[in-house]
């Protein structure tokens, strides 16, 4: 197996944010942590927010969920609280069950994870290996698929780049999230602007990602 960080091709879908995520939403007063769905797909960019994951690659409805950080049986007061929210896998999120982990915000980085060619992730940092370790991340299903989909899509940039545009591309139903009403407002009006959907009206948006 080849144990070196993965660079076949100029876009990996599976390298982790540079930076920690600084949310830009912040709706408020729903009654279902359901209705903050749309947000949340547009705060993550449509991916699970621990294997990476997108909805663009499978039949997204009822292959994501909405995953509390700090879970319900912990702390119940947080069940609708959005920056409590994250947005992962059915997979991820069924074996995150109630663990408490370190916050994937802040420790699943560019910097303290490395994906591997073979598909093995590598953690960097203590709290990114127990993350990964708590979540499954290196089970051989996991390893296998990604080891695939970094192997297909390194081909489908050399021989069709129409379709490797498609396959890293956005999903289609961008939630235009401007005609949304929370209940209590939206803490970060500023974000709407930066919403997916806005962006591609200013042809901002990139083909991929």
Same mark, same amino acid.
């Given at each position: 197996?080849?144990?070196?960080?993965?660079?076949?091709?100029?876009?990996?879908?599976f390298?982790?944010?540079?930076?920690?995520?600084?949310?830009?939403?912040?709706?408020r007063?729903?009654?279902?942590?359901?209705?903050?769905?749309?947000?949340?797909?547009?705060?993550?960019?449509?991916?699970?927010?621990?294997?990476?994951?997108?909805?663009?690659?499978?039949?997204?409805?009822?292959?994501?969920?909405?995953?509390?950080?700090?879970?319900?049986?912990?702390?119940?007061?947080?069940?609708?609280?959005?920056?409590?929210?994250?947005?992962?896998?059915?997979?991820?999120?069924?074996?995150?069950?109630?663990q408490l982990v370190?916050?994937?915000? &802040?420790? @699943?980085?560019? /910097?303290?994870?490395?994906?591997?060619?073979? +598909?093995? !992730?590598? %953690?960097?940092?203590?709290?990114?290996?127990?993350?990964?370790?708590?979540?499954?991340?290196?089970?051989?299903?996991?390893?296998?698929?990604?080891?695939r989909?970094?192997?297909?899509?390194?081909?489908?940039?050399?021989?069709?780049?129409?379709?490797?545009?498609?396959?890293?591309?956005?999903?289609?139903?961008?939630?235009?999230?401007?005609?949304?009403?929370?209940?209590?407002?939206?803490?970060?009006? &500023?974000? @709407?602007?930066? /919403?997916?959907?806005?962006?591609?009206?200013? +042809?901002? !948006?990139? %083909?991929?990602?």
């Amino acid at each position: 197996a080849r144990r070196t960080r993965f660079d076949s091709c100029r876009m990996n879908p599976f390298a982790y944010p540079a930076q920690p995520h600084q949310r830009r939403h912040a709706p408020r007063g729903y009654a279902r942590h359901e209705s903050f769905r749309d947000w949340l797909r547009d705060e993550f960019a449509f991916r699970c927010i621990y294997c990476l994951n997108r909805e663009q690659w499978v039949n997204a409805k009822g292959a994501f969920a909405i995953d509390h950080f700090v879970p319900t049986s912990i702390n119940p007061n947080l069940g609708l609280e959005y920056d409590n929210l994250l947005y992962a896998c059915v997979a991820c999120n069924l074996t995150r069950g109630n663990q408490l982990v370190p916050n994937p915000l &802040e420790h @699943l980085l560019d /910097s303290t994870v490395d994906v591997m060619a073979d +598909g093995l !992730l590598r %953690a960097r940092s203590p709290q990114a290996e127990v993350i990964v370790e708590t979540l499954h991340l290196n089970d051989r299903a996991y390893v296998v698929r990604r080891e695939r989909m970094l192997t297909l899509l390194a081909d489908l940039e050399h021989r069709r780049p129409a379709l490797h545009a498609i396959w890293l591309g956005y999903p289609e139903d961008l939630p235009d999230l401007g005609r949304l009403r929370p209940p209590a407002g939206n803490g970060r009006m &500023e974000g @709407l602007e930066q /919403s997916h959907y806005e962006r591609k009206n200013r +042809g901002e !948006l990139p %083909a991929s990602y």
